[in-house]
T-cell receptor, first 111, second 113 residues
Framework: RKEVEQDPGPFNVPEGATVAFNCTYS??????FFWYRQDCRKEPKLLMS???SGNEDGRFTAQLNRASQYISLLIRDSKLSDSATYLC????????????FGTGTRLQVFP | DAGITQSPRHKVTETGTPVTLRCHQT?????MYWYRQDPGHGLRLIHY???????DKGEVSDGYSVSRSKTEDFLLTLESATSSQTSVYFC????????????FGDGTRLSIL
């Protein structure tokens, strides 16, 4: 089993739609979680950190479910500019230098 | 945006030649990382550094070496490039290893013919 797994998509949604991505992780001791966004031929950029209590940033909501070992990203009122690949990232151990990156979920928002 | 500069941005070279990629940061962050990104694999860690002259291997370190003689610079060297090292290389930095995210440079597209 991969350490971090994501549905590769693509998710094709119309503008204004709500879309959700899940990401599962294998190490129950994982400590921190992040969502990154990567545009085509660009570098990954931090979208948001994921906290145990869940967190929201505008149209984006991230949640953590430790019991089932997954994190989710919800995007409301999708914009054309949300089209990108979304990477799930997990820190598998406390005080480790290493992050584990999922292969990403591609989102395409159409008019 | 984090002050991270990678050079060169693009390079085409031949099998067997040495190649050095440079990552320069202006954030004075302690941790620096080199990743490669290939279709179907996501980002894979090559080497990382936790301080000047302190480096360690990642999951795909074979064929690569690194050096960090100053806080701001982290060099990745392919001693004798092979076609399997054709990839996009990203440098990243982080302030600490305590649940901190990493921030990435623009990447280097490397083609080995």
């Amino acid at each position: 089993r991969k350490e971090v797994e994501q549905d590769p998509g693509p998710f094709n949604v119309p503008e204004g739609a709500t879309v959700a991505f899940n990401c599962t992780y294998s190490n129950s001791a994982s400590q921190s979680f992040f969502w990154y966004r990567q545009d085509c031929r660009k570098e990954p950029k931090l979208l948001m950190s994921v906290y145990s209590s869940g967190n929201e940033d505008g149209r984006f909501t991230a949640q953590l479910n430790r019991a089932s070992q997954y994190i989710s990203l919800l995007i409301r009122d999708s914009k054309l500019s949300d089209s990108a690949t979304y990477l799930c990232v997990v820190n598998p151990k406390p005080n480790t230098d290493k992050l584990i990156f999922g292969t990403g979920t591609r989102l395409q928002v159409f008019p | 945006d984090a002050g991270i500069t990678q050079s060169p941005r693009h390079k085409v070279t031949e099998t067997g030649t040495p190649v050095t990629l440079r990552c320069h940061q202006t954030e004075n962050h302690r941790y620096m990382y080199w990743y490669r990104q290939d279709p179907g694999h996501g980002l894979r860690l090559i080497h990382y550094s936790y301080g000047v002259k302190d480096t360690d291997k990642g999951e795909v370190s074979d064929g690569y070496s690194v050096s960090r003689s100053k806080t701001e610079d982290f060099l990745l060297t392919l001693e004798s490039a092979t076609s399997s090292q054709t990839s996009v290389y990203f440098c990243a930095i982080s302030e600490s290893n305590l649940n901190q995210p990493q921030h990435f440079g623009d990447g280097t597209r490397l083609s080995i013919l």
